[in-house]
């Protein structure tokens, strides 16, 4: 069956007055019903058939989240067209070589710096574009070479369509991984890969009343998180809505009030170190009070977690410790937050505990572009914190050489795009996906993930670290942002550490220690030894030879436009130690 065909004429025609989508208009949120998203998928369809889009034909979307991008997207794969992903962080050439490396016909762009670079892409000879879509009439764009606004593209097609009739098998869009390392490859899902996937979680889940759920998408809508995850929403017949810039997060999750929301771990340190600052910062009897309800919401937490009864006692202890912190912790998410999947990286035991005791269930998974994102994850009860969860149905792992996770299932992608050999390489010879991670399983079937194969490094005394965990226990400070281990092959491990300008501003603030610029302040020895005495806090349970032993602060954040990380935020580590190599010898 056709994806999109699953996701609306079941909706459409279930509840069509019921808002479907959401988006900022000005000051405002504005919702399309189930009947007219449908519309707009449909002439948005006919307008791309129209304009010489046949089946198969590759469909790019470089832009931020919008309504439209997802109207766009689900119009490509209603009539048999391949949907390609752009990052809209990706600056020109490397938006270019997905282009080109897919062979897109058409694309929809959101701003001016996006359509500026399709029009040169446009202009070369040897490229395939040929029609450039704008989603905001704000963009200045040249009408003479085949550009349209979206609205005016539209404007004169019609709003019946017949989905184009689609097998399993058949590839429904190709998501080029960002990758740490290497150039990207189009990694190929199929319509199969998302419809088994969706109900695979709702046999996983059992959720009661999804449809009365709201979504708010932030993470961005390219990376096969978001994207699965507010596609699996709709499927479900929920809300979801869309955010456009992620910078503005807080105040929306004020105004949208969302039940749901995926992110990553990044997102949820932030939030649990922010809470224990502000709780540290309180009086005697509030940081009581405070460790009291935290330690009221985890026996209760606890309990819950493995279905066992709460005595009558600890409920009206819960609803005080509710009334006096939790409620106050939620209200700053919107308030009725209760279900949040994290993945992209791991996340410490001590957030996921955290966020239980408050009530909000944070289920920890864990995937790739190339498994349709979920492979494993947390249960609503009966999880292991400290672990990625259990396989969806339909997902098997097995614990291959070199203790890699591989993977059969339903999500498998069928290959990557034009590179078959590549595609060879991450299949074993019996079928099993390798997935480049190392994990192990427990006794009760939880998936524990010890690190990326390719990360583990082997000191000089013949000590294997994994940063991942050390880099996560880090940064659950909040003096601390972003943070890259060194050790491969030297005799102690560094960190490059990239502190969180605002605590260590309001910091400097409350301590009056003058200076001109970030770049000045990190050199300060009373900055340098505020960090020591943070990171021997932090690490006071590590083994010697996993301790930090030397670290430079770094006067600005690891950036997405010049490669250093990901659009979810995860650091390319061969980029930074080769760019910051001369800072790097220097703490040895």
């Known amino acids: 069956m056709n994806l999109a065909e699953a996701i609306i004429n ?16 000005k000051e405002g949120w504005k919702e399309l019903s189930w009947k007219k998203f449908g519309e707009m998928i449909f002439k948005t369809a006919n307008a791309l058939k129209n304009a010489g889009i046949e089946e198969n034909d590759k469909v790019a979307i470089y832009s931020d989240n919008s309504s439209e991008w997802m109207i766009f997207d689900l119009a490509a794969i209603s009539i048999g067209a391949v949907t390609v992903p752009i990052y809209s962080t990706n600056n020109a050439e490397q938006a270019e070589y997905i282009i080109n490396d897919s062979q897109s016909k058409i694309i929809l762009v959101g701003d001016q710096a996006q359509y500026d ?6 202009h070369k000879e040897e490229s395939t574009l040929q029609t450039i879509i704008v989603s905001k009439k704000a963009v200045w764009i040249k009408k003479e070479f085949n550009s349209f606004y ?30 740490t390392t290497g150039t990207p490859k189009g990694v190929m899902l199929t319509h199969g890969n998302f419809i088994k996937a969706f109900d695979a979680h709702f046999e996983f889940f059992k959720f009661k009343n999804f449809e009365e759920e709201l979504s708010l998408a932030f993470l961005p809508l390219s990376h096969v998180f978001e994207r699965c995850w507010s596609l699996l929403c709709l499927y479900g017949g929920a809300r979801v809505y869309f955010l456009e810039d992620p910078k503005n997060i807080a105040k929306a999750l004020e105004e949208v009030k969302p039940t749901m929301m995926c992110a990553v771990p990044r997102f949820f340190q932030k939030v ?11 009086s005697s009897l509030k940081k009581k009070i405070f460790n009291w309800a935290l330690e009221t919401g985890k026996q209760t937490g606890e309990l819950r977690q493995h279905e066992n009864p709460v005595p009558f006692g600890l409920k009206l202890k819960e609803s005080v410790a509710e009334m006096l912190v939790f409620n106050k912790i939620k ?39 190339e498994t349709t994102a979920t492979l494993t994850l947390f249960p609503l009860t009966n999880f292991e914190h400290a672990t990625s969860g259990k396989p969806l149905p339909g997902v098997e792992i097995r614990i291959g050489e070199n203790d890699e996770i591989q993977a059969k299932g339903n999500g498998i992608m069928k290959g990557y795009y034009n590179k078959p050999e590549e595609t060879q390489k991450v299949f074993t010879e019996d079928g099993w996906f390798k997935t480049g991670d190392a994990g192990k399983i427990d006794d009760a079937g939880n998936l524990i993930i010890t690190d990326r194969i390719k990360d583990l490094m082997k000191t000089s005394n013949g000590k294997y670290i994994a940063p991942q965990q050390i880099e996560n226990l880090l940064t659950n400070n909040n003096y601390i942002s972003q943070i890259v281990l060194i050790a491969e092959g030297r005799q102690f491990v560094s960190a490059l550490i990239v502190p969180n300008f605002e605590f260590l501003g309001d910091y400097i603030k409350k301590n009056n220690i003058p200076f001109t610029n970030w770049e000045e302040l990190v050199k300060k020895e009373e900055i340098i030894h505020l960090y020591k005495d943070k990171i021997n806090e932090l690490q006071h349970d590590l083994s010697d030879y996993e301790k930090v032993k030397k670290f430079t602060l770094m006067p600005a954040e690891f950036d997405i436009n010049t490669g250093e990380i990901t659009p979810t935020l995860k650091v390319k ?16």
Do not use: Q
């Open 117 to 122: 670079a399709c029009l040169e892409v446009l």
């Open 272 to 282: 649990y170190a922010g809470v224990l600052e502000k709780a540290n910062e309180g």
């Open 331 to 369: 209200e700053k998410m919107g308030g009725r937050l209760w279900f949040l999947p994290c993945g992209g990286a791991s996340l410490s035991p001590e957030v996921t505990r955290f966020f239980e005791s408050v009530g909000i269930h944070v289920t920890v998974g864990y995937g790739l572009t």
């Open 573 to 588: 580590r061969n980029v930074v130690l080769k760019k910051y190599a001369d800072i790097i010898e220097k703490m040895y």
């Open 150 to 179: 979206l609205e005016d593209f539209i404007a004169k097609a019609s709003s019946k369509l017949e989905f184009c009739k689609k097998e399993y098998e058949d590839v429904a869009t190709l998501i080029y991984t960002s990758g």
């Open 10 to 25: 079941k909706n459409v025609a279930k509840h069509p007055i019921k808002s479907a989508i959401g988006f900022k208009k």
